[in-house]
């Protein structure tokens, strides 16, 4: 954890400045891509911005179709063109990608940004070895001969903690477990060192003792090369565990953006309260657990003012016109007329 | 409501030292070479009106033993009884009739629909096949069954498409429910929905097992959601049960080496500065179970293996509360640090807001009820 130099000083508004202090690797301003299809014009992702600084991660969090992983594939402009529309800006360490033309993403993508999706099974390719695949990436991006290219990915798998890495060097992905999968995915997201992970679901698909493993690999990596990191995911455990700062997307938009120290203490957004509530409690019983009512909305025609007000028992008139996305304390935002939601409660 | 004679004074289902193997090789004339011990020596039984998890990780056979306990697969060895029954080798039409007790419900609400038929022919289904309604009264008891899992009766003409995942996996229970089954084996139920969908289903569980006394094997690895909803667990690893007890035993007062690891590695949704110390844990990957280690089988990733451990048997040590665990030195091991103790101390106005999400639950629901009223009835 990058905060660990003071470890007297915890509170929420100090764990956000020490953050603060960090390069600015990524910035994502009023992010938009719509999709068109058979005349039919869906907007997933609808004016999102955020910031991502070195060392640090950047949960997205938001149920199916709430537009996270679009986001993420946009910012590594990996969408299909004819289909996708994008708008907004998308600067990386300075450069504007969206203006970036297709070679140059190519140069960059596996090079200073890399990628990590969620189903290590599907992500490697089956009748290459796991060496020649590590080797395809750092021969694409470094003036590398085979026999260096080699000694590097031994060396990055290594890294990742895979045991006899020479070994599995020669392997093809069907002998590796899925949780060494997805360690081989890591090796190879980071043998260039990019200054940029991102992350989509990494650990979805393991089980809980492999997630663990996982997570604190990726911790760990981290403090090693200063990568930022974007972290997509649903669960809020893991955003608990992994990330330094959060935002909530519900219908394509953010919602809710703070510290993770702010959202779990406590969340000023009514999903971000239902999503809370949805989860089962380890520390104790409870009879039922918070449901929240209703589906999402269709993102073929969102429903106007706010998304969530269908589902939101703190619905008032106002809510028919569309709330800005307002801070509410130091360094949380969230995009509701009737936050701070502890004036709701006696 | 309609447990049976036989089933209301003893267990709904019983499988005694059930083992299953499956052949993964064989050579050119058909002999195994090899072979998959998925279930290994289990005996469980399934109280009426309880709620019985299985969890386990990917590959520790918690699938296949929800299988062999409604007997769609054959033991290699042991006993299935259903309803006091021994349904080891019944014939096939004899077990349909008894498999009316205990129904199934799969992980993936997509693929366990079939898509042809509308959801009131999906679940009019069992009430044919199992001849339990008469075909005149099958339309009205498809909108009762639709209403008790929270749909409107009149969406029994759409077909699986139309629905999201949610509604699919209510549609699935509803069949589930149709021939009024004592027991309804669960095998990931939820694990495919959103968050918020899966409060929503989890709830109805509960509440359709209060209405109906029924009980469900609740297989999962998501121990989240089992400790929300189970009585009792059994926690398996390598086709072996390594403890089981109550949710209080298990989740409070673990004794397992394996059953700890599994508890400190859930992430917990509460803010870092109040995240819980790490406990040990469980080093490397599951070893392949074509050939699970000897003695005890994890001692290749137990932080607290031994010597002894490679030659020990897995026999399960009970203790008079009826906790059980297979580790032979669980007695020897540190005690669970306090530390380490899954703790979410939550803000009081917190609370209030989630009761404003309750109330909303309630009064929609209650208000969907009094629309459909003259529907049901009609």
Sequence with gaps: MSISTAPTETSPTRLMRAGEGAPTVLDVRDLRVTFSNDGRTVTAVDGVSFTVRKGRTLAIVGESGSGKSVTSLAIMRLLPEHSARISGSVAFEGRELLAEPKSAMRDLRGDRMAMIFQEPMTSLNPSYTVGEQINEVILRHRPFTKAQATEHGIAMLRLVRIPSPEQRYAQYPHNLSGGMRQRVMIAMALACDPELLIADEPTTALDVTIQAQVLDLMRELQGKTGAAIILITHDLGVVAEASDDVIVMYAGQVVEQCSVEDLFTFPQHPYTVGLLGSLPRLDEKRDRLVAITGTVPDMAEPPSGCRFQARCPFRIEKCAETPALAEITAGHFSRCWRAPLETLVP | ?378
């Design chain 2, 1 to 378: 409501m309609n447990a049976t004679a036989a089933a209301a004074s003893g267990p709904i289902i019983e499988v005694r030292n059930v083992a299953k193997s499956f052949v993964v090789k064989r050579s050119v004339f058909g002999r195994p070479l090899a072979r998959l011990a998925a279930v290994d020596d289990v005996s469980l039984a399934l109280k009426p009106g309880e709620t019985l998890a299985i969890v386990g990780e990917s590959g520790c056979g918690k699938s296949t033993l929800g299988r062999l306990m409604m007997r769609l697969i054959e033991p290699t060895a042991g006993q299935v009884l259903i309803a006091g029954r021994d349904v080891t080798r019944m014939s096939h039409g004899a077990m349909r009739e008894q498999r009316r007790h205990v129904q199934l419900i799969f992980q993936d609400p997509y693929a366990s629909l079939n898509p042809r038929l509308t959801i009131g022919q999906t679940i009019a289904e069992p009430l044919m096949l199992q001849n339990i309604v008469p075909a005149s009264q099958r339309p009205k008891r498809v909108a009762e069954l639709l209403e008790m899992v929270g749909l409107r009766p009149e969406l029994a003409n759409r077909y699986p498409h139309e629905f999201s995942g949610g509604q699919r996996q209510r549609v699935v229970i509803a069949r589930a429910l149709a021939p009024e089954p004592d027991a309804i084996i669960c095998d990931e139920a939820v694990s495919a929905l959103d968050v918020s969908i899966q409060a929503q289903v989890l709830n109805l569980l509960k509440d359709l097992q209060k209405r109906l006394g029924l009980a469900y094997v609740f297989i999962s690895h998501d121990l989240g959601v089992v400790k929300h909803i189970a009585d009792r667990v059994a926690v398996m690893y390598l086709g072996k049960i390594v403890e089981i007890g109550t949710a209080d035993e298990i989740f409070g007062a673990p004794r397992h080496p394996y059953t700890r690891a599994l508890l400190s590695a859930i992430t917990v949704a509460a803010p870092p500065s109040l995240q819980r110390a790490r406990a040990a844990r469980l080093h490397g990957d599951l070893p392949s179970p074509l050939s699970p280690p000897e003695g005890c089988r994890l001692h290749t990733r137990c932080p607290h293996a031994r010597p002894a451990c490679q030659t020990v048997d897995m026999s399960l040590d009970v203790e008079p509360s009826g906790h059980a665990n297979a580790c032979a030195f669980w007695r020897e091991l540190p005690p669970q640090d306090e530390a380490s103790r899954i703790r979410e101390p939550r803000n009081a106005k917190l609370e209030l807001l989630f009761g404003a999400f309750e109330a909303m639950a309630a009064e929609t629901a209650a208000s969907a009820a009094a629309k459909d009223a003259p529907v049901a009835g009609g």
